[in-house]
C-alpha cells in the first residue's frame, strides 16, 4: 500500500498482464507527473499496458467483489495426499445423500501430534482444464449438477463443515482454519460422481499446520 496526496492506494497487478484500471491514479493520470509528487512515488509507475497500476483502497472496494490473502506458509508442516484412477476403482460406492451410489466415496483421517491451528484443501481439476471438455453451457451444468461434495468432522461424527460443488466453475473447497487438540483427529469425507466423458479420476487432500 502507497499513502501519497492524502490517499491510500493498493498496487494491483492484473494476472493476464494486461487491460488496466481507468479511474483516478491511473497510469496516464496527471498525479504521476505532477510537480508536486515525490520524485520516490513517480518512480513506482511505469505508463503501459503491463497490467499494473494503482487505485485508491476505496475504489477497489466499489469494484472488487473478493479479497483473498494467502498466509506465509514456508515454516508450516505440509501433508497431502493424491490420487488419480478411473471411475470403477476410485473409492467405495457412494451413500450420502447428495447423489448416493452414483458417487464415490473416500474417507481421510487427519491427526496431529500436537495442539495447532490446521488448514484442510481439497481439489478437483476443473472441466475448463481438460481440452477434450467443452464448456458449452459451463454455467448451467453447475448450478444444475453438484458432481461433488466433501465434509470436515471430528472424529465422534459432529460434523463442522460441508460444501457441493459442480466441475464447471470450482475446483476446490478450503474449510476453515480449524484447532485442533493434541492427538486429536478429524475426518474429510468426499464423494464425486465422475461419470463424466473426458474427466480423469483426480482428487486430493492438502493440510497444512501451524506448528513446524
Known amino acids: 500500500m502507497l499513502k501519497t496526496n492524502g490517499k491510500r492506494l493498493l498496487k494491483i497487478r492484473n494476472p493476464w498482464g494486461e487491460a488496466e ?23 513506482l509507475i511505469v505508463n503501459k499496458d503491463d497490467g499494473i497500476f494503482f ?22 508442516q505440509l501433508s497431502y495426499w493424491m490420487k488419480r484412477g478411473n471411475a470403477n476403482t476410485f473409492g467405495t460406492t457412494g451413500s450420502f445423500y447428495y447423489c448416493g451410489s452414483t458417487c464415490k ?13 490446521i488448514y484442510i484443501a ?47 466453475t470450482e475446483g476446490y473447497k478450503t474449510f476453515l482454519p480449524y484447532n485442533i487438540a493434541a492427538a486429536e483427529s478429524v475426518i474429510v469425507d468426499t464423494e464425486h460422481d465422475w461419470n463424466r466423458p473426458n474427466m480423469e479420476p483426480s482428487f486430493s487432500v492438502t493440510v497444512w499446520g501451524e506448528v513446524s
Request: hydrophobic share 35%.
Open 21 to 43: 484500471w481507468s479511474g483516478s491514479y491511473r497510469d496516464s493520470d496527471a498525479f504521476w507527473t505532477s510537480s508536486t509528487t515525490a520524485a520516490e512515488d513517480k518512480a
Open 55 to 76: 487505485m485508491t483502497i476505496e475504489d477497489f472496494k466499489v469494484y472488487f467483489t473478493d479479497l483473498t490473502a494467502n498466509p506465509d506458509t514456508s515454516k508450516w
Open 105 to 117: 466415496h473416500n474417507k481421510f483421517t487427519i491427526t496431529s501430534p500436537v495442539a495447532q491451528t
Open 122 to 168: 481439497t481439489h478437483v481439476p476443473m472441466e475448463r482444464q481438460y481440452v477434450e471438455a467443452p464448456c458449452t453451457n459451463a454455467f448451467n451444468w453447475e448450478i444444475n449438477n453438484k458432481d461433488h461434495f466433501v465434509s470436515l468432522s471430528k472424529s465422534n461424527g459432529t460434523l463442522l463443515e460441508e460444501d457441493f460443488w459442480g466441475w464447471a
